[in-house]
Nanobody
Framework: QVQLVESGGGLVQAGGSLRLSCVAPGRTYTSYATGWFRQAPGKEREFVAGISWSGGTTAYADSVKGRFTISRDSAKNTRYLQTNSLKPENTAVYYC????????????????????WGQGTQVTVSS
């Protein structure tokens, strides 16, 4: 079981930015592809972005393309989600998830493709 810990959430005004981080303490999970999901109150968990273990392949939800960037730092065993131009509708708990494969799944937007999840970090965007 891979434990994932997210951080970097908070309260920000519309148009602002946050950088979310995801780390697996005490483990080397560089061989896993990683995804970021979010879940707003009363809504289903939805895919935001994904990155392969090498960083060579990324995927984004249409709603965040051009505003969010997913990246990795192998030396720090950390994945990041840079969120820019935030909107009130981006308010949600953001979750980091890891697969058991180096490669992004064919359906990276499906939560069922990811076997390991963090506890989430709250992002609140005020208008």
């Amino acid at each position: 079981q891979v434990q994932l810990v997210e951080s970097g959430g908070g309260l920000v005004q519309a148009g602002g930015s946050l950088r979310l981080s995801c780390v697996a303490p005490g483990r080397t999970y560089t061989s896993y592809a990683t995804g970021w999901f979010r879940q707003a109150p009363g809504k289903e968990r939805e895919f935001v972005a994904g990155i392969s273990w090498s960083g060579g392949t990324t995927a984004y939800a249409d709603s965040v393309k051009g505003r969010f960037t997913i990246s990795r730092d192998s030396a720090k065993n950390t994945r990041y989600l840079q969120t820019n131009s935030l909107k009130p509708e981006n308010t949600a708990v953001y979750y980091c998830a890891a697969t058991t494969s180096r490669y992004l799944p064919r359906a990276p937007y499906a939560p069922s493709e990811y076997g390991h999840w963090g506890q989430g970090t709250q992002v609140t965007v005020s208008s």
